[in-house]
């Protein structure tokens, strides 16, 4: 199995770069934001819960995301060549928690591709694509707190994954194209 952790600030391209990894190397994707969103689209009483969570650019709690996660990956991960998981270590629990979940499917996380974006680039994507979808969280505000709880809770993992040796930086800026390329080049170094 291949398991990839897509790692970046909130508007980093994490979405875009997975559909193309997905199509070249047949991994199966797990973004825990779409998971969350498709919540909230069928008001479904999870979906309650995270819409306070994610129209206030909070994260959802640990033990509530990692339950989710394990049920994603008991209904979806089975057989697959390897996943890749977008959007999902947020904190060190959950990164702890990815661990004990693969382990306990006898299998490990491979890589962390960290997409690295400086911030004013970053805000202006995100103010791009709530013009262009409609996302809600995409708004200056919510922007804002998402990047200060990017910074305070999630960027720490980029020193935890250097430490275990598997985090892979990547420059996110420039070419959609040209950006694929050095994950995949990368990627095909792993051994
Ligand atoms: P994303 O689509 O990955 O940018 O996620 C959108 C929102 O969903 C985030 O701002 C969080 O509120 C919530 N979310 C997604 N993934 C996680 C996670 N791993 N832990 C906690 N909250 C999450």
């Known amino acids: 199995m291949l398991n990839l952790v897509l790692f970046g600030a909130p508007g980093s391209g994490k979405g875009t770069q997975s559909a193309k990894l997905i199509d070249k190397y047949g991994l199966h994707h797990i973004s825990t934001g779409e998971v969350l969103r498709d919540h909230i689209k069928r008001e479904t009483e999870l979906g309650k819960i995270a819409k306070s969570y994610i129209d206030n650019g909070q994260l959802i709690p640990d033990d509530l995301m990692i339950s989710i996660l394990d049920e994603v990956l008991e209904k979806e ?38 997409l690295e974006v400086p911030e004013e680039e970053l805000v202006e994507r995100m103010l791009n694509r709530g013009r262009e979808t409609g996302r809600a969280d995409d708004n200056i505000d919510t922007i804002k707190k998402r990047l200060d709880v990017y910074h305070n809770q999630t960027s720490p993992l980029r020193d935890y994954y250097t430490a275990t040796g598997k985090y892979m930086p990547v420059n996110g800026t420039g070419n959609v194209d040209d950006i694929f390329s050095a994950i995949s080049e990368g990627i095909d170094a792993l051994d």
Request: charged share 30%.
């Open 77 to 114: 991960a089975k057989g697959k060549k390897g996943v890749i998981f977008d959007g999902f270590p947020r904190t060190i629990p959950q990164a702890e928690a990815l661990k004990e979940l693969l382990g306990k499917r006898g299998t490990d996380l491979h890589a962390v591709v960290g």
